[in-house]
DNA sequence: ACGACTTTGTGCGTTCGTTCACAAGGGCTT
DNA sequence: AAGCCCTTGTGAACGAACGCACAAAGTCGT
C-alpha cells in the first residue's frame, strides 16, 4: 500500500451513470459494515457478494470513480470508504427538513440511518398548529408558517416530505420558491419541479403493489404448471 | 362505448417488462384519481401528463396489458382502472405481516396506503416481548415465537420487514422457512433469498444520499461556471 | 530478478428500456 | 356513405445498462 494517492477533483469523467450513482450508497454501507468487521483489504468479487451485485458491475461502476484497486490485491477498504463517500458528498454535512410530522415524518425524524451517515434534521415543520412547539427526538415542530425562514436560517438545500397527497404539490412549490433543490417525496403524487430541482420518490404501496403483481404470477403458474406444454 | 368487453387471461404476452409493471401502480393511482374527479374518458396524452411520463411509453405500456384503448377517442377510466387493477392483482386480499413494530413498524402499521389498496395487515410481530400484546391501530403485537404460526393460520405471503439491520437476514431465513414468497426489506442490508422469493427494498438512506450526489454536483457546477469554456 | 499467480479495469456483444414517428383504425360530421 | 379528424398501437432507431471474457498490471514466492 502506498502512503500518498492521487486526489482526483470529483467523479473524473464529469458524467457518472445514473445506475452507478444508485448503487453507490450500497457499497459505502457495505463497505463500513467490512471495515468494522476489521477488514483491511478487499477484492471485488467479496465486495460484490456483500451488496450482493455482479462483480463485474461492481468493478465497473468503482472505475467510474477512478482507478482505486490494486491489481492483484483488491481494494483497500478505508481508502475506498473515503473515496465512494467523498463522491456521494457524505464528506459534508447536509441540513434537511421535514415537512408532515404524522406517522412516517415522526419515524423518519426518529431514524437514525438518516442522522448518521451526513444528514442532520434542521427543522421539524407541520401544518397542524396543534403540533406546534411538540419535541420529536429533542427537536420542536415548528409550524409551517416558519417554513421558508428555517430554510434560509439552516441554510438547506434538501427537503423531505411526509405530507398528505393532497397537499404534497402546494408544499413542494412552497419549498422550492424558498430555495430547496432536492426533494424526496413520500406523498403517493408525482411532483412537479422545475429544471435543476431533483426528485426522489419512495412509495410503499407501489412496492407491494410490485411484489402482489409478481406473487399473483407465482400462484397462477403453480395453478397451471402445463401451460408451455405442448405436444 | 360498447357494453362487452372481451376478457384477457391476464397478460397476454405471459411477459410483461419488469419497467412496466414498476410503472403500473402509478398508473392506477393517476386513475383512481381521475375517476374520482369524474373524468370518464382519457387520452394517453392526459394520462402521461398525470402520471408524469412519456405518453408513447405510458401506450407501450399499457399496450403489454391488451389493446384496452379506442382509436380516436381514449381509454375507458373504469374499464382502464379494473384492467390495471386485475393485472396487478389488487383485486384479491393481500394478508400482509409486519416483522418489527419500531418507530416504522408503527408507521407502516397505520398508514392508509396499504390498507386501502387490497392490502391487509394480518398480523404484527416484534421480538421485543414487553410490546407484546399491545395494540397498533387496533392490531396487537405478536411475540416472535409466534411468526410461523401467524403466517400458516392467515395464509400470507407477503412479509414487511421493518427490523433492525443485525436482525433481518436471520428473520429472512425464518420468513422464507415459513412460507413467505415476497419480502418487502426496509433493513439497510441486502438480504439472501432462494429463487422463487421476490424482495424488494426501500432504503431511505439510500434515496437522500443519491439526492446529496446531484446537490453536490449542482454546487460544484456553481462555483466553477466555466468548465466547459476552452479556447 | 524473474516468472507464476491474482485481480483490476475495460472493450464488446447483448439485452433491456425509451422515444420517435407513423400507419391502422375507430368515431363524428356532413 | 364517405371522408375528415383524432388517438391508439407499434415498428424501428436510439441509448443505457449489463455481463462476459481478457489483456494489463501489480504482488509474491523462489
Redesign the pocket.
Known amino acids: 500500500m502506498s502512503g500518498s494517492r492521487v486526489e482526483r477533483p470529483l467523479a473524473r469523467g464529469r458524467g457518472i451513470?445514473?445506475?452507478?450513482v444508485a448503487r453507490l450508497p450500497l457499497y459505502h454501507r457495505s463497505l463500513v459494515a467490512l471495515r468494522e468487521r476489521g477488514v483491511t483489504t478487499?477484492?471485488?468479487?467479496e465486495l460484490a457478494a456483500a451488496a450482493g451485485?455482479?462483480?463485474?458491475?461492481l468493478?465497473?461502476d468503482?472505475?467510474h470513480l477512478g482507478?482505486?484497486?490494486?491489481?492483484?490485491?483488491?481494494?483497500d477498504v478505508d481508502y475506498l470508504v473515503y473515496q465512494v463517500a467523498r463522491e456521494l458528498g457524505l464528506t459534508q454535512d447536509w441540513p434537511v427538513v421535514i415537512v408532515g410530522v404524522g406517522n412516517l415524518g415522526h419515524a423518519l425524524a426518529n431514524y437514525d440511518g438518516f442522522t448518521s451517515r451526513g444528514f442532520r434534521v434542521a427543522a421539524l415543520v407541520d401544518n397542524d398548529e396543534a403540533l406546534a412547539g411538540e419535541l420529536v427526538n429533542g427537536l420542536p415542530v415548528h409550524p409551517l408558517a416558519e417554513l421558508e425562514q428555517l430554510i434560509a436560517e439552516h441554510h438547506v438545500s434538501i427537503a423531505v416530505v411526509a405530507a398528505p397527497a393532497q397537499v404534497a404539490q402546494d408544499l413542494c412549490d412552497r419549498l422550492v420558491a424558498a430555495g430547496i433543490t432536492s426533494v424526496l417525496n413520500f406523498a403517493p403524487v408525482p411532483l412537479q419541479v422545475p429544471e435543476g430541482v431533483d426528485v426522489r420518490k419512495v412509495d410503499l404501496a407501489s412496492e407491494l403493489q410490485i411484489l402482489a403483481f409478481h406473487e399473483q404470477r407465482k400462484q397462477m403458474s403453480s395453478l397451471t404448471p402445463r401451460t408451455e406444454a405442448a405436444g
Chains 1, 2 share one sequence.
Open positions: 451513470p445514473e445506475a452507478t478487499v477484492s471485488s468479487e451485485v455482479n462483480s463485474a458491475k468493478r465497473k468503482l472505475s482507478s482505486y484497486g490494486t491489481r492483484g490485491v483488491g481494494y
